[in-house]
T-cell receptor
C-alpha cells in the first residue's frame, strides 16, 4: 500500500530537549515536505526536499532542521524545542517528474507535538 | 504574493442540504488547484484537483469544484451533505514553477446538523 508514515504520532516533551520526528514514504517520490498546522493558519511549509541531499527552507523554518540522506526518509529535527513549536506536523511527498498529476501530495497521518 | 483565502472559517449545514465552500487564490502563473479534507484526528485526503481542461472537476465522495479564472476562485460543492462530511476542508494552490510546493488556505470547518 502506498503510504507516508510518521513517528511518533503523539509526543509530549520539555523545552530544550532535542527530538526527531521521522517520515518515510514507499512511493519512490522525489519531493518531500514538512508542514505545521495551527488553528486559523492552515498548513505552513517548514522545509522541503527536491531529492536526496537537496533541501531548502519553506515559509516557517526557524527552529527546525531536516536531512535527506535516503530518498524514502525525511526526518524533522527540533534541536531545542520551545512551546511555540507546539503544533500538528504533517509530512508529505509527491513525484517530482512525470505527468502533471504527480503534483498531488500524499500526506502522513500527522504528529501532534506538545512542548511544555 | 501567492496566497489562498477561504473566507468562511466555520459553516454549519443541515444533513441533506447543499454545500458550497469558497476558495479564492492569488497566483502569478497557471495554478494547479486542490481540495483536501481532514477528518478529526486524521491526515489530509485529496478530494479533487484541477490542472487544466474542463473547469468543472469531479472528486471523491460526491464533491465537485469549479475553476473560474476570471474570479480567481475554485469553490467546492456537494448537492446533498451527509453527516460523515463533517470535517475541515482545505483549498491549496501549486504550480509547475513551484515544484511540489502547495500553498494552503486557512481551512473551513464544516458542521452538519441532523
Amino acid at each position: 500500500e502506498a503510504q507516508v508514515t510518521q513517528n511518533p504520532r503523539y509526543l509530549i516533551t520539555v523545552t530544550g530537549k532535542k527530538l526527531t520526528v521521522t517520515c518515510s514514504q514507499n512511493m519512490n517520490h522525489e519531493y518531500m515536505s514538512w508542514y505545521r498546522q495551527d488553528p486559523g493558519l492552515g498548513l505552513r511549509q517548514i522545509y522541503y526536499s527536491m531529492n536526496v541531499e537537496v533541501t531548502d527552507k519553506g515559509d516557517v523554518p526557524e527552529g527546525y532542521k531536516v536531512s535527506r540522506k535516503e530518498k524514502r526518509n525525511f526526518p524533522l529535527i527540533l534541536e531545542s524545542p520551545s512551546p511555540n513549536q507546539t503544533s500538528l506536523y504533517f509530512c508529505a511527498s509527491s513525484a517530482q517528474y512525470g505527468p502533471r498529476s504527480s503534483y498531488e501530495q500524499y500526506f502522513g497521518p500527522g504528529t501532534r507535538l506538545t512542548v511544555t | 504574493a501567492q496566497s489562498v483565502t477561504q473566507p468562511d472559517i466555520h459553516i454549519t449545514v443541515s444533513e441533506g442540504a447543499s454545500l458550497e465552500l469558497r476558495c479564492n487564490y492569488s497566483y502569478g502563473a497557471t495554478p494547479y488547484l486542490f481540495w483536501y479534507v481532514q477528518s478529526p484526528g486524521q491526515g489530509l485526503q485529496l478530494l479533487l484537483k484541477y490542472f487544466s481542461g474542463d473547469t468543472l472537476v469531479q472528486g471523491i465522495k460526491g464533491f465537485e469544484a469549479e475553476f473560474k479564472r476570471s474570479q480567481s476562485s475554485f469553490n467546492l460543492r456537494k448537492p446533498s451533505v451527509h453527516w460523515s462530511d463533517a470535517a475541515e476542508y482545505f483549498c491549496a494552490v501549486g504550480g509547475h514553477n513551484q515544484g511540489g510546493k502547495l500553498i494552503f488556505g486557512q481551512g473551513t470547518e464544516l458542521s452538519v446538523k441532523p
